[in-house]
C-alpha cells in the first residue's frame, strides 16, 4: 500500500491549505486513516483522524473548530483541510493508514501500517 501526499506549502497566518493523501489501494470498512505532523526537534504528533466505518473523526485539541478531515471514498483519498493556520502549525505533515480495526490507539503512530512521504507546511506570522 502506498500513500501520496500533497497540498503542502507556504502561508501567512490566517491562511488556509488543504492536504491530500491518496492511496494506491480501494479503502473500505475498517480502515483508519489519519495525519500526524512533525515539527523541527518534536516528536510526531496526531492532528486527526478518520475511520472509514461509521465516518467518525478524530481530532487534536489545538486543531479542532480550525481543521475538517474528510475522504473521497470513491478516490479512497483523505483530505485535511486547515483554516486559521497559525506559526505553530508549522511541521511536516504525514498521513497514515491502516486496514486494523483501531479505536483506542488511533492517536498511537505505531498503530499505522502505511505512511506517506510526508508534506511540508511553514506557516509564517
Known amino acids: 500500500v502506498q500513500l501520496q501526499a500533497s497540498g503542502g506549502g507556504s502561508v501567512q497566518a490566517g491562511g488556509s491549505l488543504t492536504l491530500s493523501c491518496a492511496a494506491s489501494?480501494?479503502?473500505?470498512?475498517?480502515?483508519?486513516m489519519a495525519w500526524f505532523r512533525q515539527a523541527p526537534g518534536k516528536e510526531r504528533e496526531f492532528v486527526a483522524g478518520f475511520r472509514w466505518s461509521g465516518g467518525y473523526t478524530y481530532y487534536t485539541d489545538s486543531v479542532k473548530g480550525r481543521f475538517t478531515i474528510s475522504r473521497d471514498n470513491a478516490k479512497s483519498t483523505l483530505y485535511l483541510q486547515m483554516n486559521s493556520l497559525q506559526p505553530e502549525d508549522t511541521a511536516v505533515y504525514y498521513c497514515?493508514?491502516?486496514?486494523?480495526?483501531?479505536?483506542?490507539?488511533?492517536?498511537?503512530?505505531?498503530?499505522?501500517?502505511?505512511w506517506g512521504q510526508g508534506t511540508l507546511v511553514t506557516v509564517s506570522s
Open positions: 489501494v480501494r479503502t473500505g470498512s475498517g480502515w483508519t
Open positions: 497514515a493508514a491502516t486496514s486494523r480495526g483501531i479505536l483506542s490507539t488511533l492517536r498511537i503512530p505505531s498503530s499505522y501500517l502505511y
